[in-house]
């Protein structure tokens, strides 16, 4: 059976192709107009999470995660400077996202690197009646699309105005190339005067530059169905293809808990959330969500994720039994059915069995849950001097240094063996 996966567009679960594919993957990342908050962590960690996962099953996966280096959001956070900002922002992004553990996706486009590309789609669409131009911004004509609405499911007469302009033919149409203004810092060349593109252009145009006219999944946050993914859908079909078939949206992470804003203010930076969870905690904390729901971020979920993880690593510091027969279809089964990993979590939770548990884990960069620390060596001589104590019934003394050993973050367990030293 092969992998399916829900599908914006029709509503449906739709199959990949089967093995090995290729599976082509376009999933829109991030404006860099600041740094990034753990939320707009969540598209990468599960594009990564999927690319691994295609891999594990056999496919040539590619993943195509774009930096949105050109927007009118840059432009105002940073008036006089913006290719600056977002220069250093985009290092950060990098950063940040580095340090999860998962490695990078296999290209990183930046809008910036790619307007001659951008200006020769827009070309093309002005040729086919697509698109006409208008004091110096170009737009697109949506009364010309009649599957326009569908990925966002509007009714093409009800369809939200975008970007008020009264010299447009349609408030419906929506801008492909926007003239230079004053305060803007950046801009070029083009047939229709200096200006630079529109942000739904750069995402069709960097995709398509990548993966081919047409490929398999296009992602991104439920967010930007509409109007960005609706916008990058109808320009793209207008050229006569097809574009992306599955269109898989991912659930909004909220941050729930009242005592964090107030302490950190509205969001929380993925710097910040992996300096303070570690990037094990906030893995977990992804993987027992399902990645089309939304997910909450707060200080009792990243208890409950820090808890899986201390019940993963228990499991290596006991002896592996053997899993039961078909322990691993389970998993995999779980995972191809809409990339369902809360429950492919609660199978691995039932696993004893090291190797297949550690052969899981790798899916996701967890391996590390399996390297057992090894405790300093002077808390192994607190241990052994607790273990003469018991044995010469000085009970107290034992107490203390118990309690001296769990000060310094470990715990001693009395196994049949003698001791065994457990981060707590
Ligand atoms: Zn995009």
């Given at each position: 059976m092969?992998?399916?996966?829900?599908?914006?567009?029709?509503?449906?679960?739709?199959?990949?192709?089967?093995?090995?594919?290729?599976?082509?993957?376009?999933?829109c990342?991030?404006?860099?107009n600041?740094?990034?908050?753990i939320?707009?962590?969540?598209?990468?960690?599960?594009?990564?999470?999927?690319?691994?996962?295609?891999?594990?099953?056999?496919?040539?996966?590619?993943?195509v995660?774009?930096?949105?280096?050109?927007?009118?959001?840059?432009?105002?956070?940073?008036?006089?400077a913006?290719?600056?900002?977002?220069?250093?922002?985009?290092?950060?992004?990098?950063?940040?996202?580095?340090?999860?553990?998962?490695?990078?996706?296999?290209?990183?486009p930046?809008?910036?690197?790619?307007?001659?590309?951008i200006i020769?789609?827009?070309?093309?669409?002005?040729?086919?009646?697509?698109?006409?131009?208008?004091?110096?911004?170009?737009?697109?004509?949506?009364?010309?699309?009649?599957?326009?609405?569908?990925?966002?499911?509007?009714?093409?007469?009800?369809?939200?105005?975008?970007?008020?302009?009264?010299?447009?033919?349609?408030p419906?149409?929506?801008?492909?190339?926007?003239?230079?203004?004053?305060?803007?810092?950046?801009?070029?060349?083009?047939?229709?005067?200096?200006?630079?593109?529109?942000?739904?252009?750069?995402?069709?145009?960097?995709?398509?530059?990548?993966?081919?006219?047409?490929?398999?999944?296009?992602?991104?946050g439920?967010?930007?169905?509409?109007?960005?993914?609706?916008?990058?859908?109808?320009?793209?079909r207008?050229?006569?293809?097809?574009?992306a078939?599955i269109?898989?949206?991912?659930g909004?992470?909220?941050?729930?808990?009242?005592k964090?804003?107030?302490s950190?203010?509205?969001?929380?930076?993925?710097?910040?959330?992996?300096?303070?969870?570690?990037?094990?905690?906030?893995?977990?904390?992804?993987?027992?969500?399902?990645?089309r729901?939304?997910?909450?971020?707060?200080?009792?979920?990243l208890?409950?994720?820090?808890?899986?993880?201390?019940?993963?690593?228990?499991?290596?510091?006991?002896?592996s039994?053997?899993?039961?027969?078909?322990?691993?279809?389970?998993?995999?089964?779980?995972?191809?059915?809409?990339?369902?990993?809360?429950?492919?979590?609660?199978?691995?939770?039932?696993?004893?069995?090291?190797?297949l548990?550690?052969?899981?884990?790798a899916?996701?960069?967890?391996?590390?849950?399996?390297?057992?620390?090894?405790?300093?060596q002077?808390?192994?001589?607190?241990?052994?001097?607790?273990?003469d104590?018991?044995?010469?019934?000085?009970?107290?003394?034992?107490?203390?240094?118990?309690?001296?050993?769990?000060?310094?973050?470990?715990?001693?367990?009395?196994?049949?063996?003698?001791?065994?030293?457990?981060?707590?």
């Amino acid at each position: 059976m092969s992998i399916r996966l829900y599908n914006t567009l029709t509503r449906r679960l739709d199959p990949l192709p089967e093995p090995p594919g290729p599976v082509r993957m376009y999933i829109c990342g991030p404006t860099v107009n600041a740094r990034a908050h753990i939320g707009n962590a969540r598209p990468f960690v599960i594009g990564m999470w999927l690319r691994s996962w295609l891999r594990a099953r056999g496919y040539e996966a590619v993943f195509v995660h774009n930096i949105t280096d050109i927007n009118d959001k840059i432009y105002e956070a940073a008036p006089g400077a913006s290719a600056e900002l977002a220069e250093r922002v985009t290092q950060w992004y990098l950063e940040d996202t580095g340090a999860f553990g998962l490695g990078m996706p296999d290209h990183l486009p930046r809008a910036s690197d790619t307007v001659p590309q951008i200006i020769c789609f827009i070309e093309q669409l002005i040729e086919r009646g697509y698109a006409y131009a208008v004091d110096g911004d170009v737009y697109f004509r949506v009364a010309l699309d009649p599957g326009y609405g569908q990925l966002s499911g509007q009714r093409p007469d009800q369809v939200e105005e975008q970007e008020p302009n009264p010299l447009k033919e349609d408030p419906r149409d929506f801008a492909l190339w926007k003239a230079n203004k004053p305060d803007e810092d950046t801009w070029w060349e083009s047939p229709w005067g200096r200006g630079r593109p529109g942000w739904h252009i750069e995402c069709s145009v960097m995709a398509e530059e990548l993966l081919g006219t047409e490929f398999e999944i296009h992602g991104g946050g439920l967010d930007l169905v509409f109007p960005h993914h609706e916008n990058e859908l109808a320009q793209s079909r207008a050229l006569g293809h097809d574009f992306a078939h599955i269109w898989a949206h991912n659930g909004i992470l909220r941050f729930t808990d009242e005592k964090m804003s107030k302490s950190l203010g509205n969001v929380v930076t993925t710097d910040v959330a992996l300096e303070q969870s570690g990037r094990e905690t906030l893995l977990l904390l992804f993987l027992g969500a399902h990645w089309r729901k939304p997910m909450d971020f707060s200080e009792d979920t990243l208890t409950q994720a820090a808890a899986r993880g201390d019940r993963l690593r228990e499991v290596f510091r006991n002896e592996s039994e053997p899993a039961e027969a078909g322990a691993w279809d389970r998993f995999s089964g779980a995972l191809d059915d809409d990339f369902n990993t809360p429950e492919a979590l609660a199978v691995m939770h039932e696993w004893r069995d090291h190797d297949l548990l550690r052969r899981a884990l790798a899916v996701f960069g967890l391996e590390s849950l399996a390297e057992s620390e090894e405790a300093p060596q002077e808390l192994l001589q607190l241990a052994e001097r607790r273990q003469d104590a018991r044995s010469n019934g000085d009970f107290a003394e034992a107490d203390r240094l118990r309690a001296e050993i769990g000060d310094a973050g470990w715990e001693v367990r009395d196994v049949p063996e003698g001791f065994r030293l457990v981060r707590k």
